[in-house]
């Protein structure tokens, strides 16, 4: 028996309207959040057991929470590139803040002439800048890794939100 196509679109519009599968092995969102509290939360423990009192306020406190933060994400999506270079950049040097060495995009990515093709050049440079381990990767490894870092920073953030709402309540 044939579908309608009303009947197909219905079961699209379904599709997209789920936001969450039934299964929480099927939803990366799910599976992600699920890893990135299994890392962080033992390592904020671990922090707070280990502090002094004094040491609330320091520098030195908020240099190792944001290194454990670093190191959740990190550690929570290990099939990404950027993930890598993340981790190894953490592990080579814990408490520095990330500078990379720059590297240049290569001219054959930017076939465009003038204005615009430099003002893409810039962009990209920027951009490459703010993935871990851009500098080192091309212009389409870069522009294929950048979606899943952003998706899982605002992964990070909302996990990292419910952490802190969930220690005022």
Not at 121 to 138: A, C, D, W
Request: aromatic residues 6%; positive net charge; hydrophobic residues 35%.
């Amino acid at each position: 028996m044939k579908q309608t196509n009303a009947h197909m679109e219905r079961q699209i519009m379904n599709k997209r309207k789920r936001v969450f599968s039934v299964q929480e092995k099927k939803n990366p969102k799910a599976v992600f959040a699920k890893r990135y509290v299994s890392h962080l939360v033992p390592a904020l423990k671990k922090i707070n057991m280990n502090k002094p009192s004094s040491q609330i306020n320091s520098k030195s406190f908020e240099q190792t929470v944001k290194h454990e933060v670093d190191m959740a994400l990190a550690l929570s999506a290990q099939e990404f590139a950027w993930s890598r270079f993340l981790q190894h950049k953490l592990l080579s040097s814990p408490h520095e803040d990330p500078s990379y060495s720059s590297k240049i995009l290569e001219t054959s990515s930017c076939k465009q002439d003038g204005k615009e093709g430099s003002e893409i050049k810039k962009k990209l440079k920027e951009l490459q800048k703010l993935v871990p381990g851009g500098e080192e990767m091309n212009m389409e490894e870069i522009l294929s890794e950048v979606g899943s870092y952003i998706v899982c920073l605002e992964l990070q953030m909302i996990v990292l939100k419910s952490l802190v709402q969930d220690n005022i309540s």
